[in-house]
């Protein structure tokens, strides 16, 4: 697992964004739309843009930092991610930038909450912000709900339990598909319980190219799948 010298965020950001898409093979261009779906996605852009604006301060509850929520939408945006799984949706935030991203890619989300406050409220978020058609929230403990999904998929990103992390990563990683992205949050901390064993396994798993976004201040690994196996 490699981990890059500091540089400035934005220019790390991009760098391995594309690195990893070179890497996996993936780096596709959003197919061209009509002039009325490009003034649609338009509209549904400034309409997210005001709610992240008004809502910059009042995210808490362990949701993300913007930045952080702006790299995993370059991520799925240069990737053309369609097909995205989030465990661990607290009130929305990284929903959110990650279903905007999935609106111009023709993708879907799918985030997991086991609180119903969280949940409930992540749905109004996601009605303000304009991006409910694009977000199939569901109320659940993804303890009992990761092993029953179907997938695959194509993007993945874990913000939830850290003991369960490399758990959740030996479930899905055979639901990841080729050129597929597993990213988790917070692994900046080895101490933390569960981190260290997590990315232990990111490094011993020979079909991934792992990086770690160092310009997050949580953390954020980046786990690229170039083979089935």
Not at 23 to 44: H, K, N, W, Y
Not at 107 to 128: D, M, P, Y
């Amino acid at each position: 697992m490699r981990t890059p010298q500091s540089v400035r965020p934005r220019v790390r950001s991009a760098t391995l964004i594309l690195r990893a898409a070179l890497a996996c093979g993936t780096l596709f261009l959003v197919p061209i739309c009509s002039a009325q779906e490009t003034r649609q996605q338009q509209d549904l852009d400034n309409r997210v843009r005001q709610f992240l604006g008004r809502s910059r301060y009042r995210w808490r509850d362990m949701n993300v930092s913007e930045s952080d929520g702006r790299v995993l939408y370059d991520l799925v945006v240069q990737n053309n991610y369609t097909r995205a799984l989030e465990i661990g949706t607290s009130t929305g935030h990284s929903a959110i930038w990650i279903a905007w991203a999935l609106s111009k890619t023709g993708g879907k989300l799918v985030t997991i909450e086991i609180s119903e406050r969280r949940h409930n409220q992540a749905l109004e978020n996601f009605a303000e912000a304009g991006l409910s058609e694009f977000i199939d929230a569901r109320l659940a403990d993804a303890h009992d709900l990761v092993p029953r999904l179907e997938g695959p998929f194509d993007f993945i990103f874990v913000d939830a339990d850290k003991d369960w992390y490399a758990r959740y990563f030996q479930l899905l990683l055979p639901k990841l598909e080729v050129g597929g992205c597993f990213t988790a949050h917070n692994v900046s901390g080895r101490r933390i319980w569960g981190i260290r064993e997590f990315l232990e396994a990111l490094e011993n798993t020979p079909n991934l190219e792992t990086e770690i976004v160092r310009s997050s201040r949580a953390g954020i690994s980046v786990s690229c799948k170039k083979s089935p196996s």
